[in-house]
């Protein structure tokens, strides 16, 4: 059975910083490509980053310079460094797996406030 479980969200005030973490279980993790996802209130749930199995990384235009995702193949984690956060990266944020299927975890509130 595949799991994928999220930790790290939080409140957080703007120009603050957090840390979300991704642990797979059940897929041989470092042949998947992993990504992060958000969806904010009414909106669309959307592409932020992404690293493939050869750690090549992706970045929405607005996380870039901001937002560092990386991953430790040994402990099957991925990571996303959340920096200089907005408002408007308030969100539920979750992690994908993706090669020969496809699977989401179950979300994580980061909401960025004063």
């Known amino acids: 059975q595949v799991q994928l479980v999220e930790s790290g969200g939080g409140l957080v005030q703007p120009g603050g910083s957090l840390r979300l973490s991704c642990v797979a279980s059940?897929?041989?993790?470092?042949?998947?490509?992993m990504t992060w996802y958000r969806q904010a209130p009414g909106k669309q749930r959307e592409l932020v980053a992404g690293?493939?199995?050869?750690?090549?990384?992706n970045y929405a235009d607005s996380v870039k310079g901001r937002f560092t995702i990386s991953r430790d193949n040994t402990k099957n984690t991925v990571y996303l460094q959340m920096n200089s956060l907005k408002p408007e990266d308030t969100a539920v944020y979750y992690c994908?797996?993706?090669?020969?299927?496809?699977?989401w975890g179950q979300g994580t509130q980061v909401t960025v406030s004063s």
């Open positions: 059940g897929i041989i993790f470092s042949r998947w490509g």
């Open positions: 690293i493939g199995s050869g750690s090549i990384t």
């Open positions: 994908r797996a993706i090669w020969l299927n496809e699977y």
